[in-house]
């Protein structure tokens, strides 16, 4: 889907109807920033593998990355238990206020079960309709808070509704991030059904990324049918960066990894 027809398509809220202001962003900080080290010694406790990896070559076998947006929010606990009983890693892009409301320790918790974080803006705007600066703060902001919660610097980015140009693609690689879209768009924030979304998610190729948004009990509820139908083709579940295996360029834009035939 190119960016265009992702802004078309989706402009109704990327899942859900985001209040946007004019005003500056104001970045609620934690009371204490969270030293790496430290950070790495309790995870360490939490989740004795971490941080090992089984290392899955998805240039050889078939790989899915299940992306999540918009939150954390009231259905993320679940969603976490879901993916950590199935062994599943996932990336979650969270949006700078819902980390600031985050007061049960989600965003850390995603950390801590191996997932991958990414930035999806603090408020959720179409970053390309915004001033240099006020897309700057949208950014930056949302990697301040979500550093200070967690000790994780994010690597990646996901424009809101997909919508992305030369001055976001610039901007994202000033903050060190690569652009993500997706292959796979299961529409849950358009149809609450769990079937629907699950089955969408299902008809995944090697190499796609799918995305879904945990702030919708629906999307949850689809996970472990999703799981199961992909298990049987004999999918592996990769965060974006394994989905690719190598580093990504930051300000470039990456839709899906192609298939092992097609390497």
Partial sequence: MTACAALAAAMAGCGTTHTTSTTPVAAPRPPAVIDPGVLARRLAAVQPDWPARRVVDCRRRKCVALTFDDGPGEYTGKLLDLLRERRVRATFFVLGQMVAADHTGLTRRIVEDGHELGNHSWSHPPLTALSDERLR??????????????????????????????????????EGLAQILWSVDTLDWRDRNAEIVARRAGQAPPGAIVL????????????????????????????????????LLPGRTYESAEPAEAR
Avoid: C, W
């Fill in 137 to 174: 703060r949208e950014l930056a902001d949302t990697e301040e808070i979500v550093q200070r919660t967690t000790g994780v610097r994010m690597r990646l980015m996901r424009p809101p509704y997909g919508a992305t140009n030369a001055r976001v693609a610039e901007q994202a690689r000033h």
């Fill in 212 to 247: 879904l948004h945990d702030i919708h009990p629906t999307s949850v509820a689809a996970v472990p049918r999703l799981l199961d139908t992909l298990a049987r083709k004999g999918y592996h579940f990769v965060t974006v960066p394994e989905l690719y295996g190598r580093a």
